[in-house]
């Protein structure tokens, strides 16, 4: 086995995992609590949409249905970040603690070695849930599914995932530059990702060009949402989702490296 | 004597508050964006001349404020030191100490909430004065305001610390703060109004004690109740203070029985 | 020795190794972290300063240095974990933080403070997925766990949690987690630390055979025992510089100064005369009349002008030198009481015993 070949690593990265996966369900009682408790957490959003659009038919010319499928996408991003890539959350930890020491030896890259580090199994809730809401809404959009947007949704969606998941990335990166707020600016950058439940439409022209350009949020799930519903005037946005993702990809991966140059150990 | 050990545990947690400020800056953040997406998403709505609850743009503006308020308060990360404390065992030194253990843990929550009012509220000022104003109401009305936010900081810790208690039986309290949450931004209506939701989830809420937390402070506040209404809502707050206060010492000496009996 | 045959590639040679850290220069709490972010100062310190060195296959080196002198640092270097701020370094003809898959390959690393094995796996599931990342067979797989069982007695230690290991426990499944892909080069940092004697014996005995079987061998160690069990050289690092590198006999020659010389004398003679006479040495009364132990620096006075001293007030009867010992030598090291000036008669680097 090379690793340098992606179905290898991809396979190796699916070895670290499961085995975290079995060791994280061992404790039955925590996977329960952490499904359940993700599952309320997305069900009280949803149950704000139903109460707000039980009064009106749309928000920002948008449906409850079309609502509910931007909704999702943060959802199944955030599920996708907790139960695979939950690793990258502990990299300002491993940073200060010197914990790299080990990765930075072995012929498996740092950066999936890091990520494969841990399984949030809250993230088994929000697939769940988000799954869920995506299905109920894509069932009720009015969209003629073609062979070939069936295609598009599939790499949008897969491409808005990766955007969230480079965003983390990038910001988890900071703990090699700057130690003692390292642990903030991950979660409050997160926190700003919730802004992307709700159409961009609503916001200010300030906030959109911030969630456009300079954190591309609205990329993971409102621009790829318009794209496949072809949703107004500007639905062609969304078809860029895979070149923002890949640039997303390139620098977060940069910034990675460029951190891991800076890398000190500890004990020094 | 006792008394003086509490003062003296709120005098150092008031100090100590610093340290948390990281934890507090956070918990700030997470409820500012929320804040920041609701304002928005209401305008819109208020605007577009429906009907939410008979709530003009100006009220529901200072409704969410107060819900932020009242939801980033006591939220200054105790809980997770001492749900570490119970899952590691560490409780069984907090025992031995001459304190009742819920009364100390309360003395430390109110050394940091004077902090987290300051600080909460001068936010919340500010997005007020940024947004063009919010409507205030007259200081009779304003001083039942402040006791019914005074008595959030009782009855929110006590929500939080029977929670907490539950690391006596789970291993993992993420899940379960998450959870209480979510169940606390339904039922108090910091996620939206009560009137707004389905029939049988605002009585479900008026009958626990979390509607006392976010609801009962904005009525008052935003004057939909008044006079005996205002006095009755509180004594409400007041009454559930009490009843999860003495639930609060029954489940500490049950779990800590187990405690004993298992050998921690 | 290796210094003197040129034929030999060197396998790991650095070159002016420095790692310069840079910490920033800032007060505690909120208001020093605000200046830091105006001032800007640090304070920098060479943790490794222009080391150079150059290591045979095959070799075992003890790199000894009281704590804080660059030992781990000078490791993390070699084996690309830190990348140096100046100098160069080459492993196996690769650069180690440029390739680090390709130098993952040829190295094992352990650090004894420190485990590699995930947490919250058992030790066998934690082999397992280095045996996946190393590509290693199924059959070359089960030949390293026996061997490492026989020697380790690793097989109790598979299904255990590796946050369940006991400190001994958890260093034998992280030897084997180490050296588990039959790396050419290893580099050990205080492999021996909170074993048993008897475990111990057996890791020396192991890794005496890993030697002896071609690999190279770096050995951070506060224990004596593992330095004279397997190296035959010795690299001794003080404040980032290597003050000595050459054979572990060269060691005594080189830093133990002090000399201790036991004599008998025919008559009866007072020991304060004695201490008279040799204002520089350390003169006590042995165990009966005439008997002495002296005490004396060998750059101070030569074990000659002892004996003459002696020999003018009686007459010799018995004479005895104690042999200075490594272990002296290298406690001296670790606790910082090494003095330097002897490097500099040329007795020191590269030349061996």
């Known amino acids: ?268 | 004597m006792a008394a003086r050990a509490y003062l003296c545990m709120v005098k150092v947690s008031a100090r100590t508050v610093l340290t948390y400020r990281a934890n507090f800056v956070l918990g700030l953040f997470a409820v500012f964006f929320q804040l920041l997406a609701m304002l928005y998403v209401w305008r819109l709505l208020l605007e577009s001349g429906k009907d939410f609850g008979g709530y003009t743009w100006p009220q529901m503006k200072a409704y969410l404020l107060v819900a932020f308020v009242t939801s980033s308060l006591v939220s200054a990360y105790g809980d997770f030191r001492m749900a570490a404390r119970i899952r590691d065992g560490l409780v069984s030194l907090d025992l031995v100490k001459p304190v009742t253990y819920q009364t100390a843990r309360f003395a430390e929550t109110v050394g940091r909430a004077a902090l987290e009012l300051a600080v909460t509220f001068a936010v919340a000022g500010s997005i007020a004065l940024v947004t063009g104003g919010i409507p205030v109401p007259d200081l009779p009305q304003l001083l039942l305001f402040a006791v019914s936010i005074a008595a959030v900081v009782p009855l929110k810790f006590l929500v939080v610390y029977l929670s907490t208690l539950l690391c006596f039986w789970t291993q993992n309290y993420m899940g379960v703060a998450w959870a209480r949450t979510s169940l606390v931004a339904l039922l108090s209506g910091s996620l939206i109004p009560l009137v707004l939701l389905p029939s049988w989830l605002q009585t479900t809420a008026m009958l626990l004690p979390f509607a006392s937390l976010t609801a009962t402070p904005a009525a008052i506040y935003l004057g939909q109740a008044t006079g005996g209404e205002a006095l009755g809502l509180l004594l409400t707050q007041a009454g559930w203070v009490t009843v999860l206060w003495v639930a609060g010492r029954l489940v500490w000496r049950f779990a800590v029985r187990q405690l004993t009996v298992h050998g921690g | ?353």
Not at chain 3, 11 to 21: C, D, G, P, S
Request: hydrophobic share 45%; charged share 20%; glycine share 10%.
């Open chain 3, 1 to 353: 020795m290796p210094a003197a045959t040129m034929a030999v590639m060197p396998v790991i040679e650095a070159r002016e190794l420095t790692k310069v850290f840079r910490r920033p220069d800032k007060s505690e709490g909120l208001r020093g972290s605000l200046r830091h972010l105006v001032t800007r100062r640090y304070t920098t310190t060479s943790a490794v300063d222009h080391v150079s060195l150059s290591i045979e296959p095959g070799e075992a080196v003890a790199y000894v240095g009281p704590n804080g002198a660059g030992k781990s640092t000078t490791v993390k270097l070699l084996s690309g974990i830190l990348v140096p701020t100046s100098g160069e370094v080459v492993v196996g003809g690769i650069v180690p933080h440029r390739d680090r898959i390709a130098n993952a390959r040829q190295v094992g690393v352990l650090f004894g403070q420190r485990t590699q094995l995930w947490w919250d796996l058992p030790v066998r599931e934690s082999l397992a997925l280095l045996r996946d990342m190393y590509g290693i067979g199924p059959a070359d797989y089960r030949a390293q766990l026996a061997r490492f069982d026989e020697v380790l007695e690793l097989g109790e230690l598979l299904p255990v949690t590796a946050r369940k290991l006991s400190l001994g426990q958890r260093m034998r499944a992280d030897l084997a987690a180490a050296l588990l892909h039959r790396p050419g080069i290893v580099y050990l940092d205080e492999p021996t630390i909170g074993l048993d004697i008897a475990v111990k014996d057996r890791v020396r005995d192991f890794l005496r055979r890993l030697v002896a079987d071609g690999t190279t061998l770096i050995l951070t160690t506060h224990d004596l025992g593992d330095i004279e069990d397997v190296c035959r050289r010795i690299a001794i690092i003080d404040g980032g510089r290597i003050i000595y590198d050459g054979g572990l006999d060269g060691v005594k020659d080189t830093f133990a100064r002090e000399r201790c010389m036991h004599v008998r004398l025919t008559t009866d003679v007072d020991p304060q005369s004695v201490a008279a006479l040799l204002p520089d040495a350390e003169v006590t009364p042995g165990g009966s009349p005439g008997e002495f132990t002296i005490r004396f620096d060998r750059f101070v006075l030569t074990a000659g002008q002892v004996i003459a001293t002696a020999s003018s007030l009686a007459e010799i009867d018995d004479l005895l030198i104690d042999e200075p010992a490594i272990e002296d030598v290298v406690r001296k090291v670790y606790s910082g009481e090494l003095e330097l000036e002897p490097a500099e008669d040329g007795v020191g680097a590269g030349v061996g015993a």
């Open chain 1, 1 to 268: 086995m090379t690793t340098t070949r992606p179905i290898a690593t991809a396979r190796m990265y699916r070895r670290c995992l499961g085995a975290h996966l079995r060791a994280a369900l061992e404790y039955e009682a925590d996977f329960w609590i952490l499904v359940v408790a993700s599952i309320m957490m997305q069900a009280t959003g949803v149950i704000f949409l139903g109460a707000v659009f039980a009064r009106i038919p749309t928000l920002a010319g948008w449906t409850l249905a079309e609502v509910v499928l931007i909704y999702s996408l943060v959802v199944i991003a955030e599920g996708v970040g907790s139960l695979c890539f939950e690793g990258t959350w502990y990299l300002p930890w491993m940073v200060n603690q010197g914990d790299l020491d080990y990765t930075l030896v072995r012929p498996y890259p740092v950066v999936l070695q890091t990520m494969s580090g841990a399984v949030g199994l809250n993230g088994v809730g929000n697939l769940l849930t988000g799954g869920l809401l995506m299905a109920w809404s894509l069932s009720r959009v009015d969209v003629d599914w073609s062979p070939l947007r069936i295609a598009l949704a599939v790499a949008l969606f897969l491409s808005a995932v990766l955007i969230k998941l480079s965003v983390t990335l990038a910001s988890t990166s900071a703990c090699f530059w700057v130690f003692g707020a390292s642990f903030m600016l991950p979660t409050a950058l997160h926190q700003v990702g919730e802004l992307a439940k709700y159409p961009v439409s609503v916001y200010s022209a300030g906030i959109r060009v911030a969630l456009t350009v300079v954190i591309p949020f609205a990329f993971v799930s409102f621009y790829p949402a318009a794209a496949v519903l072809g949703h107004g005037q500007d639905s062609w946005v969304g078809l860029l989702t895979p070149l923002v993702a890949g640039y997303c990809v390139v620098v977060a991966g940069a910034v990675f490296r460029r951190g891991l140059r800076r890398y000190e150990s500890s004990g020094n």
